[in-house]
């Protein structure tokens, strides 16, 4: 028999987390994976970073910092808009970080150029490499050979590559040989009651509508999934559609224009409690996404317990299993709705397999343990110093 490992502890291991706008938690999911993993690792005697994007219309102090719950937030401004807003938050981070002797966690690999420089000074990278984004279809030729370059870079300068998807350890594989891919997924807390009042604010019973949580964009199928339930009569049955609507965007505009009465759009709802309530009272949920690894909202919708309607793809098999029923088309599409309406053993038996899906494979501890361990590895050490509570153990 091999000899255990001795247990080694190091006192106050340091990482920086990257490509996120910041902390506390109000945008996606990202950022809601770096307040949760934050907190995680303070709690277990780690010294965190979040660097937090701040727009401004004059750069007056480029770097500030302050604690939150035990976190450092470094604020980063940027006197620019949009994607070049981005950039040049992401190469202020990149500067910053350098000078701090820590272990690197980057989300995101669209400004990975950059990670060259950290690279050189000897930091250690470990990069989510998210989804493919340059296959989604709104990008142009120039978008898609950027997110196509960037995704390389970030392949070859990292030392570790987490995808976060079966699908997308596959597809990195073609970029970086296996033993330096990990493979862990989102976590989700599961909802077992929410109140009512966040949707019934909403003109919407419990039970008598469908909602879908994603970006308004093509690859997310928002257009088919209003045309499919708009496609006949569903009675008193509605459809409520999270997320942000600019008329200045064509398929926005095309979204507006086919959604009707019954059709709710509320925009973008960042607040925790209305969106867990919205999930939880919903007869389901429709997933829409076609491009991507694990989509954090069809897990959040797997630990709420709903009946989900996906788009039938590798991503969303994986994820949903049999917790799901799948559409292809608008007109395969409308059938599921059917099906979902009429059918109320399938929509137990359903939300039953989905909180057993999130209870087995998405749960946040399990996720957090997994990149802890990746961090430690790139340190050379098998843990950091225990977390208070189990502190008197190693006495």
Same mark, same amino acid.
């Given at each position: 028999?091999?000899?255990?490992?001795?247990?080694?502890?190091?006192?106050?291991?340091?990482?920086?987390?990257?490509?996120?706008?910041?902390?506390?938690?109000?945008?996606?999911?990202?950022?809601?994976?770096?307040?949760?993993?934050?907190?995680?690792?303070?709690?277990? *005697?780690?010294?965190?970073?979040?660097?937090?994007?701040?727009?401004?219309?004059?750069?007056?102090?480029?770097?500030?910092?302050?604690?939150?719950?035990?976190?450092?937030?470094?604020?980063?401004?940027?006197?620019?808009?949009?994607?070049?807003?981005?950039?040049?938050?992401?190469?202020?981070?990149?500067?910053?970080?350098?000078?701090?002797?820590?272990?690197?966690?980057? =989300?995101?690999?669209? %400004?990975?150029?950059? =990670?060259?420089? =950290?690279?050189?000074?000897?930091?250690? @990278?470990?990069?989510?490499? +998210?989804?493919?984004?340059?296959?989604?279809?709104?990008?142009?030729?120039?978008?898609?050979?950027?997110?196509?370059?960037?995704?390389?870079?970030?392949?070859?300068?990292?030392?570790?590559?987490?995808?976060?998807?079966?699908?997308?350890? +596959?597809?990195?594989?073609?970029?970086?040989?296996?033993?330096?891919?990990?493979?862990?997924?989102?976590?989700?807390?599961?909802?077992?009651?929410?109140?009512?009042?966040?949707?019934?604010?909403? %003109?919407?019973?419990? *039970?008598?509508?469908?909602?879908?949580?994603?970006?308004?964009?093509?690859?997310?199928?928002?257009?088919?999934?209003?045309?499919?339930?708009?496609?006949?009569?569903? +009675?008193?049955?509605?459809?409520?559609?999270? %997320?942000?609507?600019?008329?200045?965007?064509?398929?926005?505009?095309?979204?507006?224009?086919?959604?009707?009465?019954?059709?709710?759009?509320?925009?973008?709802?960042?607040?925790?409690?209305?969106?867990?309530?919205?999930?939880?009272?919903?007869?389901?949920?429709?997933?829409?996404?076609?491009?991507?690894?694990?989509?954090?909202?069809?897990?959040?919708?797997?630990?709420?317990?709903?009946?989900?309607?996906?788009?039938?793809?590798?991503?969303?098999?994986?994820?949903?299993?049999?917790?799901? @029923?799948?559409?292809?088309?608008?007109?395969?599409?409308?059938?599921?709705?059917?099906?979902?309406?009429? +059918?109320?053993?399938?929509?137990?038996?359903?939300?039953?397999?989905?909180?057993?899906? &999130?209870?087995?494979?998405?749960?946040?501890?399990?996720?957090?343990?997994?990149?802890?361990?990746?961090? =430690?590895?790139?340190?050379?050490?098998?843990?950091?110093?225990?977390?208070? &509570?189990?502190?008197?153990?190693? &006495?």
């Amino acid at each position: 028999m091999k000899p255990e490992r001795p247990f080694t502890l190091i006192e106050k291991p340091s990482i920086l987390i990257l490509g996120t706008r910041g902390i506390p938690a109000s945008h996606g999911g990202f950022e809601t994976f770096a307040e949760r993993l934050a907190l995680f690792l303070v709690g277990r *005697g780690w010294k965190v970073g979040v660097y937090c994007q701040k727009e401004v219309g004059r750069v007056g102090q480029r770097v500030t910092s302050e604690t939150w719950r035990g976190i450092e937030l470094i604020t980063i401004e940027v006197a620019s808009k949009g994607p070049r807003a981005t950039l040049e938050f992401d190469w202020q981070c990149v500067l910053d970080a350098a000078r701090r002797p820590c272990v690197c966690l980057v =989300l995101g690999y669209n %400004g990975a150029v950059f =990670l060259t420089w =950290l690279r050189l000074m000897r930091r250690k @990278i470990i990069t989510n490499m +998210d989804g493919i984004e340059w296959r989604r279809p709104k990008w142009g030729p120039a978008a898609r050979s950027w997110f196509w370059l960037n995704e390389w870079i970030a392949a070859w300068v990292s030392h570790r590559l987490i995808a976060d998807h079966p699908a997308i350890a +596959d597809h990195l594989a073609t970029r970086r040989r296996r033993g330096a891919i990990a493979t862990i997924a989102y976590g989700a807390d599961p909802v077992t009651s929410a109140p009512e009042l966040p949707v019934r604010a909403l %003109g919407l019973e419990p *039970g008598k509508y469908l909602v879908s949580i994603a970006r308004i964009e093509p690859d997310n199928n928002i257009l088919p999934i209003i045309e499919a339930f708009r496609s006949r009569d569903r +009675d008193d049955m509605k459809l409520v559609v999270l %997320g942000t609507l600019d008329d200045d965007i064509p398929y926005h505009r095309a979204v507006r224009a086919t959604a009707g009465t019954t059709v709710i759009m509320p925009g973008a709802i960042y607040d925790r409690a209305t969106v867990q309530a919205l999930r939880y009272h919903a007869r389901a949920y429709m997933h829409g996404h076609t491009v991507g690894g694990t989509n954090p909202s069809l897990v959040e919708a797997l630990a709420a317990g709903n009946m989900v309607i996906a788009h039938d793809n590798r991503y969303n098999r994986w994820v949903a299993g049999e917790a799901a @029923i799948y559409f292809s088309d608008t007109d395969s599409l409308s059938q599921r709705i059917d099906e979902v309406l009429a +059918d109320d053993a399938l929509v137990a038996r359903c939300s039953k397999t989905a909180r057993t899906r &999130a209870r087995e494979a998405f749960r946040w501890e399990d996720v957090l343990i997994a990149y802890e361990k990746e961090a =430690l590895r790139q340190l050379g050490v098998t843990t950091a110093v225990p977390a208070k &509570a189990d502190r008197a153990k190693h &006495a």
